[in-house]
């Protein structure tokens, strides 16, 4: 849990924060404004990358469009807070942005650098399977193995997959960029590897 509003020092509210109810503390889902991804709290800690595993149900057929992202962009800079520039999600799906990762805060001065992965179906039989309403409480058993094996294909896109031709074939070397960016480019004074130049005009939208 964090508290970037400071609401309560020592158990006692601070401020001109309306009082808890006694020693109940109430929480909401960060989804109720659509921030599906638990980026705010990292806002705040000064990090170089966030990877950002998107699985939220966006569309019609329960695949990201970037919503989430978008909305944290907002939300960051009405608090003040460093934060890439990204696109709308009617750009995303109309770019085809949406079944692929994409880099965020490349050529930012400040924030984080964010590698968006987001859910999509990365091995035949998937869609349609692994893409379910949030509000889902069960599956059936034969297809757990179905949502693992996407789950990893999407993340590791290696080969044989269907995510495999939607990226960079040293993806992972790319994702490694991504994660060293920031110190590369304090240490190098800008100059970044060959293969990190080639993966950021691929990968970078901003």
Known sequence: MYNPWK?????KPNGDFSAPDGPILRLNDGGMDWQNLPIAPLLYRNVDVIIANDNSGDTTDMWPNGT???????????????FPDVPSPN????????????????NATSGPLIVWIPASAAISGANGVVNIPTLTFSVEQNL???????GNANILRGPNTLGY????????????????QRQLRKLNNGTMPATCQQCFSTMCYS
């Open 68 to 82: 989430s992202l978008y909305m944290t962009m907002q939300w960051a800079r009405r608090n003040g807070l460093a």
């Open 165 to 180: 031709s939607k990226t960079p074939s040293n993806w992972p070397q790319c994702v490694a960029c991504g994660v060293m």
């Open 91 to 106: 750009e995303i799906m109309s770019k085809g942005i949406n079944d692929r990762p994409a880099f965020y805060g490349c």
């Open 144 to 150: 757990v193995q179905t949502f693992i094996q996407n």
């Open 7 to 11: 609401f309560a020092i020592n158990g």
